[in-house]
C-alpha cells in the first residue's frame, strides 16, 4: 500500500511564496512521473506542473516563470516552489504520482494526494 501526504498549503498575501511538498511512503520500488494539478472553486482540475523520473519538467503557462516543480528520489518526495502568488492561484493543489509497488510491477499504479488549500489575499 501506498500513502500520499501532502503539505504546504496556507494563506499568502498576493506577490508571497509557498512551498508544497508531496511525500509517498510505502511499497514503493519506484516513482516514475510526479504531477501537481489544481482545483479552484467551481472549475475543472488544472494541471500545473510536472516532472518525470530523470528531473525533465514542464510548466503551465499559467505558472511558467513564477511556479518550480522539483523532486527528490531519496525522499520519495516532490517539491512545488510557488513564487509572486496572485489571488487566481487560491486552489486546492493535488499531486498525481504514477508508482510502481516492486520489481514485478510493471504497470505502476497511480495515486492521489489528500490534497492541500492555497488561498492568496489581494
Known amino acids: 500500500q501506498v500513502h500520499l501526504v501532502e503539505s504546504g498549503g496556507g494563506l499568502v498575501q498576493a506577490g508571497g511564496s509557498l512551498r508544497l511538498s508531496c511525500a509517498a511512503s510505502g511499497s514503493i520500488f519506484s516513482i516514475d512521473a510526479v504531477s501537481w494539478y489544481r482545483q479552484a472553486p467551481g472549475k475543472e482540475r488544472e494541471l500545473i506542473a510536472g516532472i518525470t523520473e530523470d528531473g525533465t519538467s514542464r510548466l503551465a503557462d499559467s505558472v511558467k516563470g513564477r511556479f518550480a516543480i522539483s523532486r527528490d528520489n531519496a525522499k520519495n518526495t516532490s517539491y512545488l516552489e510557488m513564487n509572486n502568488l496572485k489571488p ?10 504514477d508508482i510502481f509497488s516492486s520489481e514485478y510491477d ?3 499504479s497511480e495515486y492521489w494526494g489528500q490534497g492541500t488549500q492555497v488561498t492568496v489575499s489581494s
Request: negative net charge; contains cysteine; charged residues 25%.
Open 88 to 97: 487566481e492561484d487560491t486552489a486546492v493543489y493535488y499531486c498525481n504520482v
Open 106 to 108: 510493471y504497470e505502476g
